[in-house]
Structures are given as structure tokens and as C-alpha cells.
């Protein structure tokens, strides 16, 4: 039997809150160690921003002068998952060569220089190599694409003088996991896991965690687009349900365990959801979908150089990373990445 679905309506305003009452006895009783999760995870961060805030490996920059050629993996541990470059940060001398070698974990990587002196392609087998030689002192930062609002950055610093802005080892916030913080009470939170070769994907509701069963299973999850997520309450408990942060989407299931709620993700964005009743403690899940820093096809639309794309026929053949290089040379006009609302499955 499948759950309720939809969009909030007028009536609806406020659910989560709502939501959050209803379930506020059982909150109390695990608020003490919420709280004190998220305290111990602010502890020691100097809150400031740079490229590096947010990426989970960075500690400093490594020297890695006197070496003709240096060797950077891709796809290692960190940011939640294999979602790293190791070290992330080397210094080196001019004429250097930095060879890039993928793991073969994290799924789909690429190495991209912010200032477009180089670009790899995107590949997932392990030993995978890219290699760049610099010439010229300076600092150059690169991301992987797919990855970069997840934290998957680095540089390269040439030469002794050679200085970037690497803010935080933590996020801006003081949050030491990404996308905010979002995570950082959820007991069973680890990694976010790589489920982008899927186009079905079921989460568990109700399951151990958090000081007893509230927990969704897995919390955080990468899919690609058009990727159907089917939440399954395997609990007894009425005050188990869904809801998206900003309401894009929720559910109340009946009173029979077992019973499903699925939606359809399109377009590019990072969706976080919660359990209202047993959100503070730590009932939270994470859907990153596609590729967040990438824009969205109406937004790509929207700019003079879009329509012209979309008049000539050449959007059809356009890779997403296509796009987005292209509109970073061009410049979209509009600030916000996300889709105003996902396709209900």
C-alpha cells in the first residue's frame, strides 16, 4: 500500500512543525544527546570560508618541491565518502608534472582547473590517469565537477610564493560534514553512498539508530536525475514519516509496517528531508542529486546564449559538463541552481 503523497497545501503550512509536536515527547527523551553531538562537532572550527572550506581531508599544504613528478589521487577518502583528492593541497616547483591516479571508487571523477588551464575527462576505473605539467608560478585551483559542492577540491601551489585562500578545514558554519551540517546528529551517518548506476532506490524508515529506531537507511545517498527513491516505513510507529526541509514533498503512512512512499527526482540539487517528530534527534536523511554546481536546463534556457543554444538544435547534443563550462564562459544572470519543484513519481 503506498503513503499519501503530494505538495503541502495553504491548509499545510507548517507541517514540520506540526509534525515536530506531535512527536514532541518522544523528542525529549534524546534531545540531551542531539545536542551534545552537535556541540562536539563545532568544537575546535575557526569558521571561515576559503576553497577549502568544507573539504574533510584538508590539514595543510604538503610540500612536495625537488620532485619532477608528483602523484595526486582521486577518489579517496573524505567529504563523506570516496570523494577526495589526496593530498588536496601540494606545493611544487616549476616544470613539475602532477600525474592524477583514480582510485576507482566514488564513482565518476574528473580533474578541473578553475581558471580552464587543463580538464579531464570524467572516469570511474581504478588507475585511471591524468597528468598536467606547470610552467608558471601561481596558484591553481581544480575541482572534480561532479563532486565539487561535496568538497572534492584541491590545488596546486607553484612556486615558493604561490599563496591560495584555504579557509576551514570545516564548513563556513562551523559544521564538520557537508552540505551545512545537515548530518552532523545523525548517528548512522558515514559516507554518502554512490547509488548514481541505479534508477530505483529504496530507504529504510524507522531503522536502528539515533537512541532507538529513527533512523532512515541509508541517510545519505548520490543519484543521478530521473532516479525514483522509494522510502519503506519498516517500524511500528505512526510518527514515522517524511518531509522535505523546504516541503517540496511528504508523506503520512498508514498504520501497516511495510508501507511505501516514492518520489522522482529531476534536475540538479542537493534535497534534505527529516522525520519532524524525532528530527532533533538525529532522524535526518541527504539526497544529492546529479551534479549541484552544475545549472538546470530551464536555467540554461533563460540566458541569451541558452536560447540561441536551443534555437540551433546543439542543447540536444550538449553534455551537462558541456553546459556548464559553457555557460561559465558566458555567465547565466541568475544565482540560484535548483529546480523550483521535483516530478512526482
Known sequence: MDAMRGQPSAAQVGRRGFLKAAGGTAVGVGTLGATAGTASAQEGSDATDGWFGGVSNYETVVDKTGQSQVEVTVGTKGNGGNFAFSPPAIRIDTGTTVA????GEGGGHNVVAENGAFESEIASEAGHTFKHTFEKEGAIKYAC??????????AILVGANATIDTGSKQ???????PYGGWLDDTENFENVIDLSDRDRVEIQVGAAGNGGNFAFSPPAIHINPKTTVVWRRIEDNEALTVVAEDES???????E????????FT????????CPAYEELGMKGLIVVGNPDLPTISEVVSTPWGSA?????LMAVLSPVALGAFLKIHGT?????????DRQG
Do not use: C, I, Q
Not at 514533498?249 to 498504520?255: A, H, K, L
Not at 543554444?309 to 538544435?313: Q, R
Open 100 to 103: 592524477w591516479k583514480w582510485t
Open 145 to 154: 565537477l561532479p563532486h565539487k559542492s561535496m568538497g572534492m577540491r584541491g
Open 171 to 177: 564548513s563556513g558554519d562551523g559544521s564538520s560534514s
Open 249 to 255: 514533498f511528504w508523506t503520512d503512512f498508514g498504520e
Open 257 to 264: 509496517t511495510g508501507e511505501t512512499f516514492e518520489w522522482t
Open 267 to 274: 534536475g540538479n540539487r542537493v534535497v534534505k528531508y527529516s
Open 309 to 313: 543554444l536551443a534555437g540551433s538544435g
Open 333 to 341: 544572470g541568475d544565482t540560484d541552481s535548483t529546480e523550483a519543484s
